[in-house]
Nanobody, 126 residues
Framework: VQLQASGGGLVQAGGSLRLSCAAS????????MGWFRQAPGKEREFVVG????????DYEDSVKGRFTISRDNAKVTMYLEMNGLKPEDTAVYYC????????????????????WGQGTLVTVSS
């Protein structure tokens, strides 16, 4: 599956952005999906993941209560609603997908995902 992330931009601290990840090539119903981010000079890190059926989610502690992941399998799109943005959220955000026979599993490791979008830059000014 090919992924295309969009929606990044420049926002002031406390602001909001909505990222989208559109899939093509095949449906996403058999994929668990997630968002990762990579800040300058740092390794790519897990942000949030969602299971195949959307029933389970897993958030990295620093974004809990501020970010919300969702997916619309019919529209083959995943979303990340980001509120209360902080300067430390500044990074390139990548969407990812990994095929899985399990309906409810959410993966945190980059190695569990084999399809990646090109990334969209989120910059939060203080």
């Amino acid at each position: 599956v090919q992924l295309q992330a969009s929606g990044g931009g420049l926002v002031q601290a406390g602001g909001s952005l909505r990222l989208s990840c559109a899939a093509s090539g095949r449906t996403i119903g058999s994929y668990r999906m997630g968002w990762f981010r990579q800040a300058p000079g740092k390794e790519r890190e897990f942000v949030v993941g969602i299971s195949r059926n959307g029933g389970n989610t897993d958030y990295e502690d620093s974004v809990k209560g501020r970010f919300t992941i969702s997916r619309d399998n019919a529209k083959v799109t995943m979303y990340l609603e980001m509120n209360g943005l902080k300067p430390e959220d500044t990074a390139v955000y990548y969407c990812a997908a990994g095929p899985d026979y399990r309906l409810g599993y959410v993966g945190r490791r980059t190695g569990e995902y084999n399809s990646w979008g090109q990334g969209t830059l989120v910059t939060v000014s203080s």
